[in-house]
């Protein structure tokens, strides 16, 4: 049995990570478009956005705040390295702030930041080299109800564990490696 969730959230680094003709349920994907070292072309981000907007799926960008606003996305997301609280005078309240941390001082800044979710890092054991620690269902839930906020797990969610989310006390959760190791876990989120 699977564990349904409110929100998926899925991160990709490329708009070729993802087909999105795979995302049949409507209002319940959440892209992030997290682009680090290739640069993609306006015209193609904004096709790929286009395609979003039509299948119901929205769209934020990563630490970019003029190329959401370019290219109308739905909100914002912000790294845990991204401790920025300039840009907040340029967003407006139908923009969406989301972020990510890995520990309770990072999370205190997103809330700062007034992030309305918050993607806490490592709930299950990952293959990285120097991230060798992770929280568990129990810690994370446990962080939950101290901080009172929208918590979302991430990191080492792979289709051997995602029937283990069901224990975790989140309305979603975000997947970023494994869209692009394997783009059937999407069909495999209904």
Known sequence: MFSFKKNYYLIIENTKDIDLSNVKKRNKFKIIFRNQQIREKYRDLLNFRRNCKQRGISLYVANNIKLAKLINCDGIYLSSYNKNLKFLRFVSKKFKIIGSAHNRAEIDMKKKQRCTEIFLSRLFKTNYKNKKDYLGIIKFN?????????????????????????????????????????PAIISRLF
């Open 142 to 182: 446990l962080l939950i109800k101290k901080f009172n906020c929208n918590l979302c797990p991430l990191g080492g969610i792979r289709i051997s564990n995602i029937n283990r989310l069901k224990n975790v006390n989140a309305e979603a959760f975000a997947i970023l490696s494994e869209v692009k190791k394997k």
